[in-house]
């Protein structure tokens, strides 16, 4: 993992290690802001791993995986991108439930909201995002 962090959103930087370490992709990580770990914060991680396993499997070789995450303001936002060869999200089978249930599902069952923007030859960008309590600091 490249990048930098607050020392408390650990849980980020440890699903890009996961994700490293089972695909061998580079993730570049960058996080600002910090929040208490609750099922909703817990619920984005679990999203942001999906992502971060989604791009490191079809476009780690198209060079580095990124991930931003931000807090401020009652809300914690993440984007995941990559450079990979991309994909037209409305025609994904609907047995195909990662992208639909591990991802969008999740982020609105903990209120929260997931935009993927994709197309052939363009590469993936991933945004979530989900009402946090901010840690004061």
Same mark, same amino acid.
């Given at each position: 993992v490249v990048g930098n962090e607050h020392p408390h959103m650990g849980f980020l930087r440890a699903a890009a290690e996961e994700v490293e370490e089972s695909h061998g992709a580079v993730v570049e990580a960058v996080v600002v802001g910090d929040a208490r770990l609750d099922?909703?914060?817990d619920a984005l991680v679990a999203a942001t !791993?999906?992502?971060l396993t989604?791009?490191?499997k079809f476009a780690s070789?198209?060079?580095e995986v990124r991930l931003y995450a931000e807090i401020e303001n009652g809300a914690a936002r993440v984007f995941v991108d990559d450079r990979g060869p991309g994909f037209d999200p409305?025609?994904?089978p609907a047995d195909r439930r990662g992208m639909r249930e591990s991802i969008i599902g999740r982020m !609105? !069952?903990?209120g929260g909201r997931?935009?993927?923007r994709s197309a052939p030859e363009s590469g993936t960008e991933v945004e979530l995002e989900i009402p946090v309590e901010e840690s004061e600091r």
């Open positions: 099922e909703h914060l !791993r999906e992502a989604n791009a490191a070789e198209s060079g409305e025609k994904v !609105r !069952r903990h997931a935009e993927i």
